[in-house]
């Protein structure tokens, strides 16, 4: 028997407004959100959510249009985020880590015609302003007298009449995330009601989500693993969720003890970041090492665990991990470690309920050939959560989605009790602390300096972070670059945790036959020079 044959996987709502509607109904006066103390019910969040509705409307937005968030974590978030959907709209949350050149593509490949965003990130924005010329109207979370053309917030939600769509269906786009392929330009990640709707609600029967819960939230709110995994499935409970903007060790387990939190999501860094603290001499040992039994549910994603982190934690803070396996073209998860149920350590765990995943090649002719258990191939995976396609992107559609299975990427295995084990990823993307980081994106960048002959971007094995950026490169010939210029170059061009920790210059590449260098025995002798020192 599979430990998620109990779980209902069809969803009693058609789209996002129908969810909001029956949990004010029967939760009205109980608080769905703090963030920063400040409390919002469900009666005032669903009001909130209807007035940025209206808002977006009297802008002259239509159904099926695209609306750009450039917001930190905050309710300002949330009331766009579910404004749009519930509009009609489909909501494009922007990683507000990148920088311009970055945020200028994304703007602009997304059609959308509303930016709503604060008056620090419309300032980052003014290198490539002129070229967003597809952005009508401006939307400030705060005023800003440098930009008073902008609309303010505040203002035009106290003003909006509220509005809800009445004309949706759950095969409607809802949500767009770009997530950059191995190309090196992002692309849009289409989602639609259904997606989101069948994801979080089997999510959160998984880790047993109920209304007397509380789930803090530290990811950022523009990532599937926030919507889905903490507020959309606090929302399928009639739980309540708290809010940081960002995740800071000591202030986490404070909000933890304050607020009684039953589950929170995070990446093994966070993990990892919690194990040290002991190595604060500011902290007792109290402090460093408190009792979190109350936690039922701790969910690791993002990346693989490492072991020793996974016992450390699980030994010094008695919470229970359950780690699991997600993407943006699958919603967010995809598996998971039964909460109830064997968990295998070191495991992604078994498919969720109502999904189907597998391992697969594809052949020759572009069809899948499924393996059998124990041999390594790519992940794959069909099922409701399965993205509509990537956003004006054909040829990138045609080549993840083969007969209905999105190929993820990333390469594994399932055991014969049908757990799955990530053992590489087919792509070259690196995963340092949570973050995905795209090698052609910065050796693309890297390629323009005029010192670059050639370069190659790897994944370098990091105790903290998992991976970290390592740029390897040859320098024309009887030219001076040095890691400091480097740096310099790159840290206008590409976000702050793209830059490389690693800079090596070197006087050659292992290329195979065909010319293509070989980026994993570029890894294996940077490991073994550091082994030997």
Request: aromatic share 10%; net charge neutral.
């Amino acid at each position: 028997m599979n430990a998620f044959d109990h779980i209902k996987i069809n969803p009693p709502f058609a789209t996002i407004a129908e969810l909001w509607d029956a949990r004010t109904q029967q939760h009205g006066t109980k608080t769905y959100l703090y963030f920063q103390d400040r409390a919002f019910d469900y009666t005032e969040m669903r009001a909130k959510i209807a007035q940025a509705a209206g808002m977006l409307r009297a802008l002259g937005a239509q159904k099926g249009d695209h609306i750009a968030l450039l917001i930190p974590n905050s309710p300002d978030f949330l009331f766009l985020w579910f404004g749009a959907m519930t509009a009609g709209y489909t909501a494009v949350t922007i990683n507000t880590l990148l920088k311009a050149e970055e945020l200028d593509f994304i703007i602009n490949d997304c059609d959308a015609r509303i930016l709503v965003t604060t008056p620090q990130f419309r300032k980052a924005l003014e290198p490539v302003w002129v070229r967003l010329a597809k952005i009508q109207h401006v939307v400030l979370t705060t005023p800003d007298a440098d930009f008073p053309q902008a609309r303010d917030l505040a203002t035009e939600l106290t003003g909006a009449a509220k509005f809800t769509a009445e004309d949706l269906a759950g095969g409607d786009k809802a949500s767009m995330i770009y997530t950059s392929g191995t190309t090196g330009h992002p692309k849009g990640v289409l989602l639609s009601h259904a997606n989101i709707l069948y994801n979080s609600y089997v999510t959160h029967q998984m880790i047993d989500l109920e209304p007397v819960d509380t789930a803090l939230c530290i990811m950022p709110l523009f990532h599937v693993n926030a919507q889905i995994a903490s507020m959309m499935s606090t929302l399928w409970a009639g739980a309540t969720v708290v809010l940081e903007d960002g995740f800071k060790p000591r202030s986490f387990i404070d909000t933890l003890k304050k607020y009684r939190c039953t589950t929170f999501s995070g990446v093994p860094t966070i993990y990892n970041f919690l194990n040290e603290l002991n190595g604060s001499t500011s902290l007792t040992d109290q402090e460093a090492s408190p009792d979190l039994s109350f936690l039922k549910a701790c969910i690791c994603g993002a990346a693989p665990m490492p072991v020793e982190v996974f016992n450390r934690f699980e030994e010094k803070f008695k919470g229970k991990i359950i780690e699991g396996y997600g993407l943006s073209e699958g919603t967010c998860v995809s598996s998971l470690n039964p909460l109830r149920g064997k968990r295998k350590i070191g495991s992604i765990g078994i498919s969720i309920a109502g999904q189907e995943m597998a391992v697969a090649n594809a052949n020759i002719e572009g069809r899948n050939e499924f393996l059998t258990d124990g041999e390594v191939g790519e992940l794959v995976v069909r099922g409701p959560n399965v993205m509509q396609g990537y956003y004006k992107r054909d040829e990138a559609n045609r080549a993840t989605l083969i007969d209905g299975w999105l190929h993820t990427g990333d390469l594994g295995y399932r055991d014969a009790e049908g757990y799955f084990y990530i053992s590489g990823r087919k792509k070259e993307m690196i995963i340092q602390g949570g973050e995905n980081i795209y090698p052609k994106e910065i050796e693309e960048v890297l390629y323009k300096h005029e010192a670059v002959s050639e370069c190659a971007i790897v994944g370098i094995p990091d105790k903290k972070y998992g991976e970290v950026v390592g740029a390897f490169i040859i320098a024309k010939e009887g030219a001076s670059l040095s890691a400091a210029d480097v740096r310099n170059y790159l840290r206008e061009k590409i976000a702050n945790y793209k830059m490389p920790k690693v800079i090596e210059f070197v006087t050659g590449f292992p290329k195979t036959a065909t010319g293509k260098i070989q980026k994993n025995k570029i890894a294996e002798a940077y490991n073994q020079k550091k082994v030997g020192t």
